[in-house]
């Protein structure tokens, strides 16, 4: 197999990854890493000194890509049908922005009050709630007169949306009112790269420190 996914089925970051793989039928060996374990950690760690995955290691060109949104650039190489980031330049800056948008403003909050939680930390979480909140109502701005995240295409920027929508809206509902938001959402969970994400995660999702705040419909 070409290309290898350092991984873990739960990782927020790694769904974003794995929705792009699935969405355009991509061969892939998935490595699966426990954080917990100090072989896993050394093995990450050799790949990428930040421990973080994903990373995705390309056997052929005997490179490692980490970081999410690089990684799905990458496979666009192997994926052409679908490209997560259209060839058109001013239509890959939109792209890129929307990508920057759901990860800066709604993945990074929703994980930081994860990790205060796991940490055990007691933080003051306000402020991350509140960009969450923020974000919101631009996606649902966004999403009022397109389909996607960036335009017509589904685009590395709906695989950003996907698990960081999945699981801040387990932190922070979404408001009523954001209708567009709200439709925007089922379309995402109903894209089968984004179900079969959740089907693989499910069996993890007790792990999951706010797992009582998954719908059922998710369990
Ligand atoms: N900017 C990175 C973020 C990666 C990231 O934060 N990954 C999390 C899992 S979702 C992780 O590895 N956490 C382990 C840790 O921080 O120890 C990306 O886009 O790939």
Redesign the pocket.
């Known amino acids: 197999m070409a290309l290898t996914l350092y991984y873990h089925p739960l990782?927020?970051?790694?769904h974003k990854v794995l929705v792009a793989l699935y969405e355009n039928n991509i061969a892939f060996e998935a490595r699966m890493i426990d954080?917990g374990a100090e072989q896993d950690r050394a093995t990450l760690s050799a790949l990428w000194p930040f421990?973080?995955?994903?990373v995705l290691q390309d056997h052929t060109s005997q490179r490692s890509v980490?970081?999410?949104?690089i990684i799905i650039e990458y496979l666009d190489r192997f994926g052409e049908q679908n490209p997560m980031v259209p060839r058109n330049a001013e239509d890959a800056l939109q792209v890129r922005l929307w990508d920057r948008i759901l990860?800066n403003h709604v993945h990074e909050p929703m994980?930081n009050i994860v990790l205060d939680r796991i940490h055990g930390s007691q933080g003051d979480m306000a402020g991350a709630r509140a960009t969450i909140q923020t974000a919101y109502g631009l996606i649902n701005q966004q999403v009022a007169s397109q389909p996607w995240a960036a335009g017509h295409n589904f685009s590395l920027a709906d695989c950003a949306a996907a698990p960081a929508l999945f699981y801040a809206h387990t932190l922070e509902a979404f408001p009523e009112h954001h209708v567009h938001l709200h439709a925007y959402f089922e379309k995402l969970i109903a894209r089968p790269s984004v179900q079969r994400v959740l089907a693989e995660a499910k069996p993890y999702f007790p792990m999951y420190p706010f797992y009582s705040a998954i719908p059922a419909r998710f369990l």
Do not use: G, I, N, Y
Not at 11 to 14: G, I
Not at 51 to 54: E, L, M, S
Not at 66 to 69: N, W, Y
């Open positions: 990782a927020s970051f790694c954080l421990c973080k995955f994903p980490p970081e999410s949104s990860d994980q």
